[in-house]
């Protein structure tokens, strides 16, 4: 996963860093929820949305658990 963010950093640039993009737009939260609903483990998205957007949690983590049950 660290390669391909490191990929999509180099052509998204800014949309790839929390500190200047919304919730909806960072492209790193985006990449991290996908890959932890691929592979079944929220740990490490729910890791990333509390440290960047705390706030945002309580309902981001009922919008993955809905995505992971489809």
């Not at 860093?17 to 079944?40: K, M, Q």
Request: with cysteine.
């Amino acid at each position: 996963m660290a390669d391909k963010i490191a990929l999509y950093s180099k052509r998204y640039g800014l949309f790839m860093h929390p500190d200047y993009v919304s919730f909806a737009r960072d492209t790193t939260r985006l990449l991290i929820r996908n890959e932890c609903l691929r592979v079944g483990d929220i740990k490490i998205y729910q890791d990333y949305v509390a440290s960047h957007y705390p706030e945002d949690l309580p309902w981001e983590m009922k919008q993955y658990q809905e995505a992971s049950r489809l």
